[in-house]
Nanobody, 125 residues
Framework: QVQLVESGGGLVQAGGSLRLSCTAS????????MGWFRQAPGKEREFVAT????????RYVDSVKGRFTISRDNAKKTVYLQMNSLKPEDTAVYYC??????????????????WGQGTQVTVSS
């Protein structure tokens, strides 16, 4: 079992930055690929970014490429999402997720077995 807790959300103006953190407890963090998803009101949950167990591989949805960066610190059992140049359309609840399959580039929710409670990100225009 892995428990995930997100933090770092909030209200920011367009063009601003936020850094989300997700800290894990439980089993060995470095065994899991990690991902960030988001869900806006009335929309389905959307893949944002993923990172492999070692951190060597990352993948992003096209709409955030060049603006968001996913990273991880296995010693701290934490994954981060640095979000720059935020836009109003980035407004959503952001979820951290962990999965234990050996593949990389996992973009589908069903490839992740553990989820955090979510943190709200609101970008004002």
């Amino acid at each position: 079992q892995v428990q995930l807790v997100e933090s770092g959300g909030g209200l920011v103006q367009a063009g601003g930055s936020l850094r989300l953190s997700c800290t894990a407890s439980g089993r060995t963090f470095s065994n899991y690929h990690m991902g960030w998803f988001r869900q806006a009101p009335g929309k389905e949950r959307e893949f944002v970014a993923t990172i492999s167990q070692s951190g060597a591989y990352t993948r992003y949805v096209d709409s955030v490429k060049g603006r968001f960066t996913i990273s991880r610190d296995n010693a701290k059992k934490t994954v981060y999402l640095q979000m720059n140049s935020l836009k109003p359309e980035d407004t959503a609840v952001y979820y951290c997720a962990a999965g234990d399959n050996s593949a990389v580039g996992n973009v589908f929710p069903n490839e992740y077995g553990y989820w955090g409670q979510g943190t709200q990100v609101t970008v004002s225009s």
